[in-house]
């Protein structure tokens, strides 16, 4: 089953290179009159798009980007000739380090307000929670992180922009995204607690759920014990979900906070129609949530034993 | 060592002095105005320069025939070094080329300087200069000043001189080398590697990442004595403007540009920096297309130019860091401006009268936008329509995507807004986007004895003549031309405390004509 | 600090007007209307406060708005006046009017594109779980293509391929909000297609139409009610963060995700005006949000405490 799941992720990754490779085309101008800007005449436009091998028909193109991406070689940045590989590499790895930050700060503590939460169900810091998390994410991701460096990083707390390079200790590397990291803590915290709370109280008129309390069992006993592992497939997937959010939908936070990650690279190579690129990063983005979401799959049916041994 | 910055010029062309002379002037007039009004302080080695620049993209390129951004630009400026170089005031300074000389106006001798080394160790020579020169000629050429250098016939090292040969005279070929697309870079086999960062400039490049940031470290070898002060220079991309504004009051950047004109009060009240407001040549514009009806008739765009509000957009799309316009993309630093035309001022009576004239009572028009033209494009069109209205015209503001906005919009749809960072010669200015077939006449206006006025200026010798045709065409242009431009806008930039500027700041582009890096000191 | 305390006060008024409000219901309902108004939470009366507020000021802005949405009426960025209750904005528009304006248009334009979202998510998604084969693969796996791509950088796509008319802003953002949709109702459905209840309705010879829309959804309205609330309010963030990136509704319409992202900057140096239009937002999400939990309570059977 899990064979099956990887081979539908392949075929998945090929469609969605064809809707890249798709729209990219449509896109009005081309690389050689983006790199141009207001500077393009025919003559330049036409010596550029010769250079850069722009002439050929779209199928050729995108035929040759496949078959060099299948033996690992993306081929090289159509507007600045370096290996796509060598430009998506350092990238890769910041893009992963934030949501792997922002995952360790937002799982823990969405997953302790929701269980909170459903255990106070309808007090006031089911409310509270609840009214707090609605408000982080109905603010756009951009504005958080601005009060965020309002507070934080003009009372010299936390730097206002990430200057990371490859020789960054992981110390520092930890205190200087540190506001990226909080920002998008406070995005997907809602959506999280919001599902964790939900799946819980969804189990908690169940019959068995009963059967414990008539026992006398304490409250957070029942929840974690009895309800929670039964709420795990629900919670494992809206976390799976976020994960893929945090790695592959955070531009707005790279921007803002200037940190060098994949999405920053995915938005500048669509508006300078850098294909080779788009395609690069968007097939990583897909591998990613692709991924994601088969690890979800696992795990959920790891954790429910009626999955597990379903005939 | 002389330096004839007015070269001996033979019979005829001797008066073409005037013209050279006036071409390094009108660069000029860069004084800092009073916001950035820093006592010098005694200049000091050391310390880190980081520079936010809010441009820079990872496609961005090595290659100077492909740079546009200022990020491209001061990276440049760090690095290598120029035939010539526009000085503080605005007059030529020696640089690479000790000198140069012409007997003729066609034929140029630039005298390489001797003893300069580029970072790699190797001597700069004249089969350098040629070179670097020839990246940008030539039908394999990419380049965007390829137009630009189009009229040079041969370029050949001659002993330690370089002889640059023209299609006809042209006394301002001096500076055209002052262009920051044409650095002079290391040759191999006659031709010059244009991924490489090797150059002869006051910094070595340490490391660099398109899009985010480069390093750079003094380079201990630089020829001159009294530039380069920092020890290390950092230039990051911040595209977004309170990220930039938050970097510069938190200290993690220096020099910051593109600051919104509305939070320049609140960003003085912290104290930390400085706004250096420039005036030069730049101007922000709206070109009709003048083929297209209504446009094709000129009281429809007289009706338009009466329908907006100059003032009003300096004072609120600039914050009052420019100057009115008057439709005339020549401006008051360019040596033959005409200060005396009829200003026009909002006036919808006058507007509706034109209307009347062109047999309209209303009209409906769409002005395509988008801040990629210039920041706060789609507020000046806003502002544009709401005191069109008056008169009777309905401008409807249709926002397009920064992104293509130079390939899809800008001169395809018939009104839309530009930009021009100014030239410091008339004609630069004329033949670059008035000039009938030019390949950036944004307008596609054509005026017959404008066309007329443009040659015979080129080649008149009588100052007074001169001045005459120049003046002639900037009329025309104002009230025939098919270009609406509203204001003139100062480069702006803030600057920390921290550093110290000198007195004087180049009006040639932003940051100090890019020098910036090399010119200033820690306070 | 005056300006939290007004927040702060504002917030108690409403919940004292939801009291109130509660109250005022309760005793003019009878029957069963009256029970579900005597079960409805606080939070629940002042969401329902709140929307209903939003709808007249949407409906009625032209009447409400002292200014017109796009005129100028004065300078840049004036202060908090007797005449501009909220000052002024970038280019001297009324702020307050703008904000009345951006009512209607912004929950306007999320509501329809919400709307539209649902409408082709959950018929489709239905109707793929109700049909199973490779209809069912067909959708799902282009669906789940679509999702791999993020939402962000998908939207930006499209926008600079077809332009940034707000319709095609709608049809964008419902679009992409469409593949979440039916992922959430396929998966719903296929818990309900397998229950005798349908099985039983196949046999009595039902079209498919009259599955989705008589038995399934109604079934399946509890889990895309609460995903409706989340949705709807995030319409204004895509909008803000695409405006963000250059792209977003067209001047001189007034939105609140645009408004946000206009005076941005602003909060930089601690200025309160862009929380003017993030407040509005923030409020109604809460708002929205409330009364889908209360729904979503109600279904779910709970009736302890």
């Known amino acids: 089953m899990i064979l099956m799941r990887v081979a539908l992720g392949i075929g998945l990754l090929f469609i969605v290179s064809l809707v890249i490779f798709w729209a990219t085309e449509l896109l009005p101008g081309d690389l050689a009159t983006e790199l141009l800007g207001q500077s393009a005449t025919p003559e330049t436009l036409a010596a550029l798009r010769e250079q850069l091998g722009l002439n050929d028909p779209a199928p050729v193109r995108y035929w040759n980007w496949l078959t060099g991406a299948l033996t690992g070689d993306f081929g090289v940045s159509l507007s600045n000739g370096r290996p796509i590989s060598e430009l998506i590499g350092a990238r890769l790895g910041n893009t992963v380090f934030l949501a792997l930050y922002a995952a360790a700060l937002s799982v823990p503590i969405s997953l302790i307000l929701g269980i909170l939460a459903a255990l106070w169900r309808n007090s006031i810091f089911d409310r509270a929670a609840n009214a707090g998390a609605l408000t982080a994410i109905s603010f756009p991701e951009f504005f958080v992180a601005y009060i965020l460096v309002l507070w934080l990083a003009q009372t010299g707390l936390f730097p206002s922009i990430v200057r990371i390079n490859p020789t960054t200790t992981l110390g520092d590397r930890l205190y200087m995204s540190f506001l990226p990291a909080l920002t998008l803590t406070l995005v997907v915290t809602a959506h999280m607690m919001r599902m964790t709370r939900a799946a819980i109280i969804n189990l908690m008129a169940s019959p068995y759920i009963e059967m414990a309390r008539l026992k006398g069992l304490s409250p957070l006993r029942i929840v974690l014990r009895h309800a929670l592992p039964n709420a795990l497939a629900p919670i494992i997937n809206v976390i799976a979900l976020n994960l893929a959010y945090l790695i592959t939908g955070v531009v707005v936070v790279e921007v803002v906070f200037v940190y060098p990650g994949l999405g920053q690279l995915m938005v500048d190579a669509v508006s300078n129609r850098d294909i080779a690129v788009v395609q690069a990063v968007a097939l990583i983005f897909a591998g990613a949530y692709v991924t994601l979401n088969l690890i979800a799959d696992v795990l959920s049916t790891i954790t429910n034993p009626r999955l597990m041994h379903r005939r | ?523 | 600090m005056g300006f939290a305390a007004s927040i702060i006060l504002g917030l108690a008024g409403l919940f004292a007007l939801a009291w109130v409000l509660r109250l005022a219901v309760r005793r003019a309902l009878t029957g069963h209307a009256r029970s579900i108004a005597n079960d409805m939470p606080l939070t629940a009366a002042f969401g329902i406060l709140v929307i209903l507020i939003y709808a007249i000021v949407a409906i009625a802005a032209p009447a409400l708005a002292p200014f017109p949405e796009r005129e100028i009426v004065g300078g840049q960025f004036q202060p908090w006046s007797a005449e501009h209750l909220l000052g002024t904005d970038r280019i001297g528009r009324d702020m307050l009017s703008r904000l009345i304006y951006g009512a209607r248009n912004t929950v306007g334009i999320a509501f329809v594109t919400t709307a539209l979202a649902f409408v082709v998510g959950s018929v489709l998604g239905i109707w793929a779980a109700l049909t199973g084969g490779w209809i069912d693969q067909a959708l799902s796996r282009f669906v789940d293509a679509l999702m791999a791509i993020p939402a962000l950088i998908f939207s930006l796509l499209l926008l600079t391929i077809f332009g940034t008319s707000v319709v095609t802003l709608v049809l964008v953002i419902a679009a992409v909000d469409a593949t979440r949709v039916f992922r959430l109702a396929r998966a719903v459905a296929q818990g309900i297609v397998v229950m005798d209840y349908i099985e039983a309705a196949k046999l009595r010879g039902e079209g498919s139409w009259f599955l989705i829309r008589r038995e399934i959804l109604p079934n399946a309205m509890a889990p895309l009610v609460a995903e409706f609330g989340l949705r709807f309010c995030f319409v204004f963030l895509a909008i803000s963060s695409l405006s963000f990136l250059g792209l977003g509704i067209q001047p001189p319409t007034a939105d609140w995700g645009s408004m946000v992202k206009d005076n941005a900057t602003l909060i930089t140096f601690g200025d309160i005006t862009p929380l003017l239009p993030a407040g509005c937002i923030a409020l109604l999400t809460v708002a929205v949000n409330f009364v889908v939990d209360w729904q979503l309570y109600r279904a779910s059977g709970l009736k302890e405490q």
């Open chain 2, 1 to 523: 060592m002389k330096t004839p910055l007015v070269p001996a010029l033979a019979n005829r062309v001797v008066s073409r002095r005037g013209v050279l002379q006036g071409a390094a002037a009108v660069t000029a007039a860069g004084l800092i105005l009073p916001y950035g009004a820093t006592p010098a302080r005694a200049q000091a080695r050391g310390g880190t320069f980081r520079v936010g620049i809010g441009h820079g993209s990872t496609t961005d390129s090595l290659d100077p025939g492909l740079w546009e951004h200022l990020y491209v630009q001061t990276f440049g400026a760090c690095r290598h070094n120029y035939l010539i170089e526009v000085g503080s005031d605005g007059q030529l300074v020696p640089e690479i080329a000790e000198s140069w000389d012409t007997a003729d106006g066609q034929t140029w001798v630039f005298t390489i300087r001797q003893g300069v080394t580029f970072h790699s160790g190797k001597d700069v020579t004249a089969e350098d200069v040629v070179a670097s020169i020839n990246h940008h000629r030539g039908d394999a050429s990419t380049s965007v000043v390829k137009p630009l250098l189009a009229a040079i016939t041969d370029v050949r090292a001659d002993g330690n001189t370089v002889v640059v040969t023209l299609e006809a005279p042209n006394a301002d070929l001096p500076y055209l080398m002052t262009d920051y697309h044409v650095p002079v870079m290391p040759a191999v086999d006659g031709s010059v590697d244009p991924e490489s960062t090797d150059g002869c400039g006051g910094y070595i490049v340490e490391s660099f990442e398109h899009g985010v940031q480069a390093t750079l470290t003094r380079n201990p070898n630089y020829w001159k004595e009294d530039r380069a002060w920092f020890d290390r220079i950092e230039l990051l991309a911040i595209l977004d403007p309170a990220a930039r504004l938050n970097a510069l009051i938190t200290g993690e950047v220096h020099l910051i540009d593109q600051v919104d004109p509305a939070t320049i009060g609140m960003l003085e009240g912290r104290g930390v920096a400085r706004i250096l407001s420039i005036p030069g040549n730049a101007h922000y514009g709206f070109p009709m297309d003048a083929r297209e009806a209504p446009y094709s008739d000129n009281n429809i765009r007289l009706a338009l130019k009466y329908a907006l509000d100059r003032e009003a957009m300096v004072d609120v799309i600039l914050g009052g860091h420019g100057a009115v316009a008057n439709d005339n993309p020549i401006g008051p630093a360019n040596r033959y401006f005409h200060a005396e035309m009829e200003a026009k001022t909002y006036d919808p009576d006058r507007a509706r009268y034109y209307l009347q004239q062109a047999g309209l009572s209303s009209l409906d028009v769409t002005l395509s936008v988008a801040d990629a033209a210039f920041s706060g494009a789609v507020d000046a069109g806003a502002m544009f329509s709401e005191t069109a209205r008056a008169a009777g015209i309905n401008i409807t503001v249709n926002r397009v995507p920064n992104d293509g906005y130079w390939s899809n919009v800008w001169m395809q749809d018939d009104f839309c807004a530009t930009y021009w960072g100014g030239r410091a010669v008339e004609d630069h200015m004329f033949t670059t986007a008035y000039a009938a077939g030019a390949d950036w006449n944004e307008s596609f206006w054509t005026n017959d004895r404008f066309n007329e006025l443009l040659l015979a200026a080129r080649s008149e010798v009588d100052e007074n003549l001169r001045r005459e045709m120049y003046h002639e065409m900037q009329q025309l242009v104002s009230f025939e031309g098919s270009t609406i431009i509203p204001m003139y806008n100062n480069y702006v930039m803030a600057v920390s405390n921290d550093i110290a500027t000198p007195e004087r700041i180049s009006a040639n582009w932003n940051f100090d004509g890019f020098r910036c890096v090399e010119r200033w000191w820690m306070a």
